[in-house]
């Protein structure tokens, strides 16, 4: 799997949107990037995840470059309960294999009041 | 909302021990994952488990170590002669397939301290 470059941490006010970046130059054509979150001391949980186009769900959207390099993970309304550790994973989903999540230091996201 | 539960929440053991850590994954998911944490690192995956054997490993998850899916439900950890090192945070995750999402849903942990 690619490896990925984030901030180690970022402030943001709440109400604000946040807007976390992540750089993946050596993603490949057939790798996806998947964005996952944890909660202190909770067990991770999955964001959001896109190839080349933009996605957006009830979370978060996810923007990726055209030339794929890079993606930011945009948290529109940012609540205080969105304080968490943000992983940004690059991986090919692979048919018959259950491949296991190669999780980075990710960025400590901060929703200030 | 379905979701993956762990038994126990925290268990702490005596160096030397074995210890089992259940996990009961969500009822339609085909694979099943264990991770771990120590505190203040990254999380790092162990193995995964498909179809009643196991699909992936890393060079963490060495012969101290089995996982084994007992009855329909339960999908289990079991670390042999517990070392001060394996105190971590286990988590399990589950997943309904790998050919699409492969979102893994992840359950609340269990800690593990070895004295």
């Known amino acids: 799997d690619a490896k990925t470059t984030q901030p180690p941490s970022m402030d943001c006010a709440e109400g604000r949107a946040a807007n976390l970046p992540c750089n993946h130059s050596?993603?490949?054509?057939?790798?996806?990037v998947y964005w996952y979150r944890q909660i202190h001391s909770q067990g991770p949980q999955y964001i959001i995840h896109?190839?080349?186009n933009n996605e957006t769900n009830e979370m978060a959207s996810l923007i990726i470059t055209e030339d794929r390099k890079s993606s930011t993970l945009i948290l529109p309304h940012a609540t205080l309960r969105d304080t968490a550790v943000y992983y940004c994973?690059?991986?090919?989903?692979?048919?018959?294999?259950?491949?296991?999540?190669?999780f980075g230091k990710g960025t400590h996201l901060i929703i200030q009041p | 909302e379905p979701e993956v539960t762990q038994t126990p929440s925290h268990q702490v053991t005596q160096m030397g021990q074995e210890v089992i850590l259940r996990c009961v994954p969500i009822?339609?998911?085909?694979?099943f994952y264990w991770y771990r944490q120590i505190l203040g690192q990254k999380v790092e995956f162990l193995v995964s488990f498909y179809n009643n054997e196991i699909s992936e490993k890393s060079e963490i998850f060495d012969d101290q170590f089995s996982v084994e899916r007992p009855d329909g439900s339960n999908f289990t950890l079991k670390i042999r002669s517990t070392k001060l090192e394996d105190s971590a945070m286990y988590f399990c995750?589950?997943?309904?397939?790998?050919?699409?999402?492969?979102?893994?849903?992840f359950g609340p942990g269990t800690r593990l301290t070895v004295l």
């Open positions: 995750a589950s997943s309904v397939d790998s050919y699409t999402n492969n979102e893994q849903f």
């Open positions: 050596t993603i490949s054509g057939n790798e996806y």
């Open positions: 994973i690059v991986r090919v989903i692979a048919g018959g294999g259950a491949d296991g999540l190669t």
């Open positions: 009822s339609n998911h085909l694979y």
């Open positions: 896109g190839l080349k």
